[in-house]
DNA sequence: ACCTGAACACCGTTCAAGT
DNA sequence: ACCTGAACACCGTTCAAGT
């Protein structure tokens, strides 16, 4: 078969099934061999179009990138710093709640992403913009990762054991109702979440007043 | 040589090399083949003393939640739950900093592992006993472990490339000092640490108050 | 330029064989 | 009980060969 006279691959295919495959089976699921054959080709042929198997899970990375909404950020919008920080967030962990196996990627960094590097300019500038110091500005586009992707890395209530058996009450005496946690892990994920978005969006409010305050 | 009179291996020995060769070079370095080189048998040998691979991680996982400090939720400690759950965080994070790599398996929970749940233990019931209604501690709970995982997960100023080129001034006009970011990652991340814990804890503050000043 | 099969140096795990 | 080598079904990546 050889070269076909019509390319049987792209990067924009090669970046749609390595998604597919991501969110239906993990990403351990993802071998270049698995890839190649969802794709009809051998296993090498995906390197003429990425160097490396990780370079593709970048690309399906800065897919989802793209995929959180900035339009709050936006100078003509009305909304003030708080709202727009949290309207962000909640459009942020749905992107990464929609594919939550691909986490750990998204995880490292924009690094050279496009749509990680739009995303990191338009909070940081929306926050500057907004009266926050830039090294503040900094810190709270940092702070907003840790919060969201640790979210949406791993649920919290699927993280214990759906036995009852599995927590002794001389051992762990406050855990007696813990084993119920992983059948309304989504109630309690999504209440985790907005009630530390909430109190986190509150704290970052009274140091805004602080440094008002403080400043001449 | 099959089996010496003398065990070759112990599942205290195979935790510590393991936790020694994933701080050193990651997760991916870890290989049956090569932690049972590092300790002078042969691959298959380790299924003797674990079920799988995996179970050797979580044996390392749990090993790290047993460095985290709970005497701040100790009955007769007079901290207040605020000082209390900052104490907690710091010492939750800085377990994790001293195994980032191992950050992923921690981040799925405690499982059946008994530090990881002595952990969900004592801070839940700590702030059940702080008056918190017991929805709401474990929410406490969930979004304590969202932030400090995600901020253990990985450096927020490392996902930055270090390459001034890689910011054109017309696509991330925000982004101009993005480029020193990684050399200051150590104060950059420690900053937006502090900063997140003191905003979620203030925040969490306001909430408590207003369930006080409702209930009866 | 873009695909192929063969090859290299790896994986996790099972299992019969040894003591 | 606890180690071994052989085996199975996999990996990511390189490369010469094909058109």
Do not use: C
Not at 159 to 167: E, I, K, L, N, S
Not at 202 to 214: F, P
């Amino acid at each position: 078969m050889a070269r076909p006279r019509k390319p049987m691959l792209s990067r924009e295919r090669i970046v749609a099934a390595a998604g597919a495959l991501v969110d239906a089976e993990g990403l351990e699921a993802v071998s270049t061999r698995r890839l190649a054959a969802e794709l009809g080709v051998s296993g090498p042929s995906l390197y003429n179009h990425f160097r490396t198997k990780d370079a593709i899970l970048e690309a399906v990375a800065d897919a989802v990138s793209g995929q959180i909404d900035l339009s709050m950020f936006d100078e003509g919008d009305a909304r003030d710093w708080r709202t727009a920080l949290h309207d962000w967030a909640v459009s942020y962990r749905a992107a990464l709640a929609d594919h939550p196996r691909l986490v750990p990627v998204l995880a490292r960094g924009p690094g050279r992403r496009p749509a990680g590097l739009r995303v990191a300019d338009a909070v940081f500038g929306a926050m500057v913009r907004a009266g926050w110091p830039p090294a503040q500005a900094t810190r709270i586009g940092a702070l907003m990762r840790y919060f969201v992707t640790g979210s949406a890395l791993s649920s919290f209530a699927q993280g214990f054991v759906d036995d009852a058996a599995a927590y002794d009450p001389r051992e762990y005496p406050h855990l007696g109702q813990a084993h119920l946690l992983a059948e309304h892990h989504h109630r309690v994920d999504e209440g985790a979440f907005e009630t530390g978005l909430r109190a986190l969006i509150d704290g970052l409010a009274l140091e805004y007043e602080r440094q008002r305050g403080a400043a001449p």
